[in-house]
């Protein structure tokens, strides 16, 4: 049976501010994010499965996804926790905003990082989170792809 790669995306509204940066994303603002999740592996071959023919419904992918990242980050802000953004964070947080402090910068590049962690953990054992695509403005992305990131280093076998 033939790899298939499978993909469905999502959309999530999310406020964040980069501590320490020199530019204007150092002040707080947010972004209409789009993420894309493909997975690889081979649809189910039994004819009597209720899911045959499918690499993983659509619909347990979006469960999965919903649950790790759309639903926490949705109209949620980010701010780094090891800067002195914790402050501002508390202060929000204190005052009923939907406030999500993270240990590293949230740039696309680390938030793709975090939600490959966080949507791996969740996948069956025989679907492999193939990439993802994280999409901050219309012109700016982040991709992160496990052939880039192999998460077991291969072990060289002595064979005497
Ligand atoms: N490598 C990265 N660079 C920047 C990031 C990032 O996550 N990774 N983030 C920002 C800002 O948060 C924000 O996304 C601004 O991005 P940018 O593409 O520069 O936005 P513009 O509106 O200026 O884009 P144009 O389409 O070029 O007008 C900054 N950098
Ligand atoms: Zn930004």
New binding site residues.
């Given amino acids: 049976m033939s790899n298939i790669r499978i993909t469905k995306s999502f959309s999530f509204e999310t406020g ?1 501010a ?1 501590y320490g940066y020199d ?1 204007k ?1 150092r002040n707080v603002h947010g ?1 209409s994010y789009k993420l894309f999740v493909t997975v690889i592996g081979t649809p189910i071959a039994d004819t009597n499965h209720v899911k045959y023919g499918m690499v993983i419904d659509f619909g347990d992918l979006k469960k999965i996804v919903k649950e790790e990242i759309v639903d926490v980050f949705d109209h949620a802000t980010v701010f780094n926790k090891n800067t002195p953004h914790v402050e501002l964070a508390k202060e929000l947080s204190n005052r009923g905003h939907n406030v999500l402090l993270v240990n590293y910068q949230p ?3 680390m938030m793709v990082i975090d939600f490959a962690e966080k949507i791996k953990t969740r996948l069956p054992e025989n679907i492999q989170l193939y990439s993802l695509k994280l999409q ?5 992305y ?1 991709e992160w792809y496990a052939s880039d990131n192999p998460s077991t280093p291969l072990r060289v076998l002595k064979t005497n």
């Fill in positions: 964040h980069l530019g994303c972004h740039t696309s590049e901050e403005t219309a012109t700016s982040a």
